[in-house]
């Protein structure tokens, strides 16, 4: 079982280079949320989707926007890549909105230079 | 803003210790209440949900509690093993939003 696929595992920007993070579930659920995670401070919601065709900001969304392109895929892009957006970022699915168990994807490591 | 915080950091037992994780949260309006696991490199993986109606969940060697009314969850991991080693986060759901302590990290010596 796939679960929540993320692409690409790893990769390396230069300040100002753009990237999308692309990110699917297979689970049929209507939830999905962009998470970073950086040392000593856990992870932090920056995007959620809380069903297909709707997008709301979390705690950190500055210098990301994001596409739910459908009910299986959730997109995060990097418009202009600054140093601080360097973390390991994860997609989760949930199949019920606000109240359901999260899954995770194995996360991918973005490094900007 | 709901702040959640783990305690120890870091926690080293020899196997076969029951290991005790706390987590404690300011904001009792949750949903619920989820525990994680994380192997270094890796995803992280639900170990236990707890709804705020409930009061404790388990689920073989794990066991989780959940006392809102004091903002306090423990997950207790019965006769350690060196597989248990790994980070274990809790996060709690208010308004869509999953609040993530920044966890613990359990060794387990053979």
């Known amino acids: 079982n796939a679960g929540v696929t993320q692409t690409p595992k790893f990769q390396v920007l230069k300040t100002g280079q753009s990237m999308t993070l692309q990110c699917a579930q297979d689970?049929?659920?209507?939830?999905m949320y962009w998470y970073r995670q950086d040392p000593g401070m856990g992870l932090r919601l920056i995007y959620y989707?809380?069903?297909?065709?709707?997008?709301d900001k979390g705690e950190v969304p500055n210098g990301y926007n994001v596409s739910r392109l459908n009910k299986r895929e959730f997109s995060l892009r990097l418009e202009s890549a600054a140093p601080s957006q360097t973390s390991v970022y994860f997609c989760?699915?949930?199949?019920?909105?606000?109240?359901?168990?999260?899954?995770f994807g194995e996360g991918s490591r973005l490094t900007v230079l | 803003k709901q702040e959640v915080t783990q305690i120890p950091a870091a926690l080293s037992v020899p196997e076969g210790e029951n290991l005790v994780l706390n987590c404690s949260f300011t904001?009792?309006?949750?949903?619920?209440l989820q525990w994680f696991r994380q192997d270094p490199g890796k995803g992280l993986t639900s170990l236990l949900l707890?709804?705020?109606?409930?009061r404790e969940q388990t689920s073989g060697r794990l066991n989780a509690s959940l006392d809102k009314s004091s903002g306090r969850s423990t997950l207790y991991i019965a006769a350690s093993q060196p597989g248990d080693s790994a980070t274990y986060l809790c996060?709690?759901?208010?308004?869509?939003?999953?609040?993530f302590g920044a966890g613990t990290t359990v060794t387990v010596r053979a």
């Open positions: 989760a699915s949930s199949g019920r909105a606000g109240t359901g168990e999260l899954f």
């Open positions: 689970m049929n659920h209507n939830s």
């Open positions: 989707s809380a069903s297909e065709g709707t997008t």
């Open positions: 904001d009792s309006a949750i949903y619920n």
């Open positions: 707890i709804q705020s109606s409930q």
């Open positions: 996060a709690v759901l208010n308004d869509y939003k999953l609040s």
